[in-house]
């Protein structure tokens, strides 16, 4: 299914435009994550100006509306399928883009490198998934490949349990510090967002529209 619609987006001019659009999307989102996150977890400055690079996301977004709602106009009857799958996975791209200003607001707040405390080891670890996750997604995305798409899916789960194990941990345990123990539950729960809506733009490669943000039955 997902590579009639590749095709369909690499055929007709706008839609080209379109998906390269979310493809140069999910490219930035990718790096304003390992920045942010990279930075909260060595508690060094963020370099990367976010928050505009936020804004592009945004517009991107917009764009990639503008031209899908164009090429519907033209066309009324073709390329439906591809075009709302889609504009539905802008919106996953675009709240990457959300958290990872969250992130860079923990960054600021917290200003020193991740202890080793058993939960943040966790997080260290699960940030690396969810990179990994990114690669699994983009792949995926830009070549049709079903087969990452479904690893990526599956990789979320991991990613989901160990956020939530870390929450239980932080509220079960008597932390000390409390600035970490807030950081770690706040960054515990961007992630598990993160990997949540690269799990969504997955199952748009993996599923049919129906069922995008969900497992296959």
Same mark, same amino acid.
């Given at each position: 299914?997902?590579?009639?619609?590749? @095709?369909?987006?690499?055929?007709?001019?706008?839609?080209?435009?379109?998906?390269?659009?979310?493809?140069? $999307?999910? *490219?930035? #989102?990718?790096? $304003?994550? #390992?920045?942010? +996150?990279?930075?909260?977890?060595? &508690?060094? %400055?963020?370099?990367?100006?976010?928050? %505009?690079?936020?804004?592009?996301?945004? *517009?991107? *977004?917009?764009?990639?509306?503008?031209?899908?709602?164009?090429?519907?106009?033209?066309?009324?009857?073709?390329?439906?399928?591809?075009?709302?799958?889609?504009?539905?996975?802008?919106?996953?791209?675009? /709240?990457?883009?959300?958290? +990872? %200003?969250?992130?860079?607001?923990?960054?600021?707040?917290?200003?020193?490198?991740?202890?080793?405390?058993?939960?943040?080891?966790?997080? /260290?670890? $699960?940030?690396? @998934?969810?990179?990994?996750?990114?690669?699994? #997604?983009? *792949?995926?995305? %830009?070549?049709?490949?079903?087969?990452?798409?479904?690893?990526?899916? &599956?990789?979320?789960?991991? #990613?989901?349990?160990?956020?939530?194990?870390?929450?239980?941990?932080?509220?079960?345990?008597?932390?000390?510090?409390?600035?970490?123990?807030?950081?770690?539950?706040?960054?515990?729960?961007?992630?598990? /967002?993160?990997?949540?809506?690269? !799990?969504?733009?997955?199952? &748009?490669?993996?599923?049919?529209?129906?069922?995008?943000?969900?497992?296959? !039955?």
């Amino acid at each position: 299914m997902f590579k009639e619609i590749l @095709s369909f987006w690499t055929r007709d001019d706008l839609l080209k435009e379109a998906y390269d659009e979310a493809n140069q $999307m999910l *490219e930035t #989102v990718r790096d $304003m994550f #390992v920045t942010v +996150s990279g930075s909260l977890l060595s &508690g060094q %400055k963020v370099e990367m100006d976010i928050h %505009k690079r936020d804004k592009q996301v945004n *517009e991107m *977004e917009r764009q990639v509306r503008r031209k899908v709602l164009e090429h519907l106009s033209i066309n009324p009857k073709q390329d439906v399928a591809a075009s709302l799958v889609l504009t539905s996975v802008v919106i996953d791209i675009e /709240r990457i883009g959300d958290y +990872s %200003k969250n992130v860079k607001e923990l960054v600021d707040l917290y200003q020193q490198e991740f202890a080793d405390v058993q939960y943040m080891l966790d997080l /260290r670890q $699960m940030t690396r @998934s969810v990179e990994d996750i990114f690669s699994l #997604v983009a *792949e995926s995305f %830009k070549n049709g490949d079903v087969e990452k798409a479904r690893l990526a899916i &599956g990789s979320h789960q991991a #990613v989901k349990n160990c956020c939530d194990s870390v929450i239980e941990h932080v509220f079960r345990e008597q932390e000390s510090d409390t600035k970490r123990a807030v950081v770690g539950v706040l960054y515990a729960r961007y992630l598990k /967002r993160v990997s949540a809506h690269l !799990k969504n733009i997955a199952t &748009g490669v993996a599923n049919p529209f129906d069922m995008i943000g969900y497992r296959e !039955k």
